[in-house]
């Protein structure tokens, strides 16, 4: 009999249907409450490494400059100063980096600790004297570069040059540069050969792009890689404009085809050196000059016909000279190169400007000449007006020598016979499509 109940259990202690069913619902909703904690634990596991996924997915932002301006000094030797020669600042550079823009009230003080008195550095530049226009700000990118020093006066180095940027009561950036300047070697921009595949025994010219040198400065080539006849040691390479430094190899020299070096060792004013190898690829051309182009030997000297000119005629009126008859050439003159040798097959060092000439047999009128540019030194022509020799026609004893046919003309450039006697001999020199040269022809 049940006499009473609380929380649902019979007063006996035993229970019955009623308990049963309390205990059974209780255990089903702690089952609940560890399969949602389990499912809400998964669920922020997931959110969390999707978050973490999309935010380490963005782009790294590009790193920032620790400093907002950068400076530089550009320098050179002053040839003025007495040996040895000191260096001396040609223009400061301030390349703005990052930051705000610059306003146009910005000024730039110089300072010097070794020179404090110096009037470049009296008083501070505007940003206009430095190339940035007055009428706007120094943007991001831009470099302020000074050149045109107070009195033209070019701070003297060693210093150490103090920079500042002052924009009207605020310091925006100062900077130290030091005194000492750095003699980097020189260094080579580029090296090459023309033309790039010189053939056996032509003319070629070594040419080296260098920086970091003065015209005062030296630059040897070493030829003793290249096949022939050639000299271990280094030789002197001509300056020119841009930096530029060239040698020419004469014709004649090179004996064999195939890939070979010249090294070429360039050395600045302060004893820095540098060295590089240029390959040189020669190639067997198989056109030989000789079979090309035949001259008939000369005769003696003569004399030019009184009132003829080089340009017009071949020759100069009353100047000795030899005349050569072209008897067989299918070049292109400028294709091939003249030269007066001597017996040992020397270049002959003429005492004046003689001159080469193509002259018409019949109308003596020139097609083309080359006169030596410096007396005294071998006669070698280097280069004339190209033309294309006409084909030889054939000659009979009714029609004698075709009006298209020409000489080559001699001028010795002296009165008196100074040439004669010297067994001296002249000979073609193939370039381009032709390599060799012809049969040397007596100059008696």
Excluded at 73 to 97: D, E, F, G, K, R
Excluded at 108 to 126: C, D, R
Excluded at 211 to 240: E, K, N, R
Aim: hydrophobic fraction near 40%; glycine fraction near 8%; charge should be neutral.
């Amino acid at each position: 009999m049940i006499t009473s109940k609380s929380e649902g259990r019979y007063l006996n202690g035993k229970g019955g249907r009623r308990g049963a069913r309390a205990r059974a619902w209780r255990s089903r909703g702690a089952v609940s409450d560890v399969v949602a904690t389990i499912l809400l634990l998964g669920l922020t596991v997931t959110l969390f490494a999707s978050i973490f996924f999309f935010v380490t997915s963005f782009p790294s932002p590009p790193s920032q400059n620790s400093n907002q301006f950068q400076a530089t000094l550009s320098t050179q030797v002053n040839l003025s100063s007495p040996t040895p020669h000191t260096n001396q600042v040609t223009a400061v550079n301030i390349l703005h980096l990052a930051g705000p823009p610059v306003l146009q009230y910005t000024l730039i003080y110089l300072k010097s600790s070794v020179h404090p008195n110096g009037p470049e550095f009296a008083n501070p530049y505007t940003l206009a004297e430095g190339g940035i226009p007055s009428t706007t700000v120094w943007n991001l990118g831009q470099t302020w570069t000074l050149t045109n020093f107070t009195d033209n006066q070019l701070p003297a180095l060693p210093d150490n040059i103090t920079i500042y940027i002052v924009q009207g009561t605020s310091l925006l950036f100062s900077v130290v540069i030091p005194g000492t300047v750095l003699q980097p070697p020189p260094v080579f921009v580029s090296a090459y050969t023309t033309p790039a595949s010189p053939v056996i025994g032509g003319s070629f010219v070594v040419t080296a792009q260098i920086s970091g040198l003065l015209t005062t400065s030296t630059v040897m080539i070493t030829l003793s890689g290249l096949p022939g006849s050639f000299s271990a040691s280094p030789v002197a390479m001509a300056a020119g404009p841009l930096g530029l430094w060239t040698y020419t190899v004469p014709v004649g020299k090179t004996t064999a085809s195939g890939n070979y070096y010249v090294f070429i060792t360039a050395t600045n004013s302060a004893s820095k050196a540098a060295t590089t190898a240029v390959p040189v690829d020669i190639t067997n051309n198989p056109t030989l000059i000789s079979s090309a182009f035949s001259v008939n030997a000369a005769g003696a000297e003569t004399k030019c016909t009184a009132g003829y000119t080089v340009a017009a005629n071949g020759c100069k009126g009353g100047d000795y000279i030899y005349t050569l008859a072209i008897s067989y050439s299918t070049v292109t003159f400028g294709s091939v190169f003249f030269q007066v040798l001597q017996a040992s097959g020397i270049p002959y060092s003429a005492a004046g400007l003689p001159t080469f000439s193509i002259v018409n047999i019949t109308s003596h009128t020139v097609r083309a000449y080359y006169t030596q540019t410096t007396s005294g030194g071998p006669f070698v022509m280097t280069s004339t007006t190209p033309f294309t020799y006409p084909t030889p026609a054939v000659i009979t004893a009714a029609s004698g020598l075709p009006s298209g046919y020409y000489d080559i003309v001699i001028d010795t450039a002296v009165t008196t016979t100074t040439w004669a006697g010297n067994n001296l001999q002249f000979v073609a020199v193939g370039q381009g499509a032709y390599y060799g040269t012809t049969v040397p022809a007596a100059l008696p």
